[in-house]
């Protein structure tokens, strides 16, 4: 531990949080970031998260076990807070004592911030602006995430760096707050460690880890891409708000674009509700994940991907990321 003595010093107060070695957590990546994954994560010093993603509760309840049986380090469950049964999954967490509750996606619904912390657990929130960070640290949020665009997946409109030097220098004195969205490489997190933030988020760069059961052919557009392939998916229409997609460009790209104009059509023929409208762009975005991540099919799967993507040559095992990625902050901090 030692060897990391200046980077481990920053971290102390996220590490006593996770319970981890390192207050690195591997960002919830629906289909990747399950047991496997997520074990090898906390078993290397970091923090896993199970993506709950569209999961029903019998589905989590298993995935939770199984993960238990490979570590016996720390993990989170990341949970999506317009989930129709989330107050079920909360259950779940409770049944198997998980130890940290990750909501993402909105404003948590009444109850269920309450409902986590009765069983015990810690809740990490995520928050676009300082106004609902404040709020939400207020109504019972115990650690907070900022997640700059530059990350794949759902995204929000402002970069990492700014989100840091907003929220940081506001925060970091009284709450704890991790910082995510194009994380590759340890000098970044050397840096945002010294702004005040208590530990990293980081995705992308553990996607396509050894012990990552993502295809090979998801791997392999991974390590083809650059930093640029790396897009944001077009809204079509201001009536059926999508929240931006970060993935590399593909077929499934171009398909996403033009599923939008057909349900927006539907919406206009009142062939369809709003809301009926809102669940089919979702329910896309599932599918197409998972075709290419478990199938396999990077042409019109859709291959979410952070910008950090570019920095991605070759399958790694984890532990040797971590490794890495804490040297690489030590070298930088103790260049200083």
Known sequence: MSQFSKTTELMRRGTD??????????????WVSERNLVSAISNAGGFGVIACGAMTPDLLDTEIAATKALTDKPFGVNLITMHPQLLDLIAVCAKHGVTHVVLAGGIPPKGSVEAIKEFGAKVIVFAPTLALAKKLLRSGGDALVIEGMEAGGHIGPVSTSVLAQEFLPALAEDHLVFVAGGIGRGEAIASYLEMGAVGVQLGTRFACATESIAHENFKKAFFRANARDAITSVQVDPRLPV??????????????????????????????????????IEHFWAGALRRAVVDGDVESGSIMAGQSVGMLKTEEPVADIMQELMM???????GR
Do not use: H, W
């Open 243 to 280: 929240i931006p997609v970060r993935a590399l460009k593909n077929k499934g790209s171009e398909e996403f674009t033009a599923k939008q104009i057909e349900v927006a059509k539907m919406l206009d023929a009142g062939e369809i509700e709003m809301g009926e409208a809102q669940l089919q």
């Open 17 to 30: 949080f996770l319970g981890t070695d390192y207050a690195i957590l591997c960002g919830a990546m629906s």
């Open 328 to 334: 690489q902050s030590e070298e930088a901090l103790g």
